[in-house]
């Protein structure tokens, strides 16, 4: 098959389109025709080397962690899937043309929702939906959502409304003419002291940037509320003991991945895709989307 090859950390110039053995399907997994791979920010970070120490790669090593695809066949023991389905997922070393995945982490694409742009949902909708969870927000409450015009922003959104919350979509003053695609309550330009100062009390924080922003807005949040987020704590933690903290790391849930690609079919939940290219354009993706060009899927 071809694959994305990487033989040593680097640059985006280090991702080279080669042959690359086919992978086989073992006890459990499920081998997949990719339709589609998506460009997320671990993949390069992975390739710069910057996860070594706790997701290292073994070289010549494949990478990629978002896909969508076919299954063309089955390993022992493997049920509740046959050849044909459309499944997505996230797996390991999806660059290429094929990927082996075990079974317990596929879902199938839901009936209407297009094979190629399932793609650019797992890694982000997963992640936005338990980082909305861990807050723990009930009916009724008030949440911000910083970094909401971000696929994973935009996942812990739809989120919070379904649980009935009040949703502030926390961006940039640049970002406002996106703010009515994001379903959010009210819209609050974090780069604008003013606005961020008139914020009301709040019952939780999903946090999707991290940085600054996230230490300014854990004094906004009321005793006992949560500050969730899928980065690093704030430093400033601990001068907030009656704030309770939540650090998300997204887990693979069927039910979730099956859910949420059910909102954005039905247009409940939209997940912009900026491009798609060539499977052998990873390098020139990677440093797009390194950029902030918006989510990238490779079609093989």
Do not use: W
């Amino acid at each position: 098959m071809k694959a994305i090859v990487v033989r040593q950390y680097g640059g985006p110039e280090v991702l080279k389109y080669e042959d690359f053995p086919d992978p086989v399907a073992g006890a459990s997994e499920v081998l997949i025709k990719v339709a589609a791979a998506s460009v997320n920010p671990i993949d390069y970070k992975r390739r710069a080397g910057l996860t070594k120490d706790f997701y290292p790669l073994n070289f010549p090593a494949l990478i990629g962690t978002d896909l969508s695809g076919t299954v063309v066949k089955l390993g022992p023991g493997v049920e509740g899937f046959s050849v044909g389905d459309q499944v997505f997922a996230m797996a390991d070393n999806s660059y290429a043309e094929l990927c082996v995945a075990k079974a317990a982490v596929l879902a199938k694409v839901p009936k209407g929702l297009d094979l190629i742009d399932a793609a650019a949902l797992p890694l982000v909708t997963v992640t936005g939906n338990q980082l909305l969870a861990a807050t723990g927000i009930q009916a009724g409450q008030t949440v911000i959502v910083l970094g909401a015009a971000g696929n994973v922003g935009r996942s812990a959104v739809f989120t919070a409304k379904t649980r009935g919350a009040t949703v502030i979509a926390g961006i940039l003053k640049k970002q406002m003419d996106a703010a009515k695609s994001i379903g959010a309550d009210q819209a609050v330009a974090t780069d604008d002291e003013a606005a961020m100062a008139n914020l009301p009390p709040l019952d939780a924080v999903a946090d999707a940037v991290g940085g600054r922003t996230a230490e300014k807005l854990i004094a906004k949040i009321k005793p006992g509320g949560v500050f969730a987020t899928a980065l690093a704590l704030p430093q400033d933690a601990a001068k907030y003991p009656s704030v309770k903290m939540a650090h998300v790391f997204s887990k693979f849930d069927r039910k979730t991945l099956e859910f949420m690609g059910e909102a954005v079919r039905d247009g409940k939940l939209v997940i912009p895709i900026s491009q798609k290219l060539p499977l052998r354009e990873a390098a020139q993706a990677q440093a797009i989307a390194e950029k902030g060009g918006g989510k990238i899927l490779l079609v093989p």
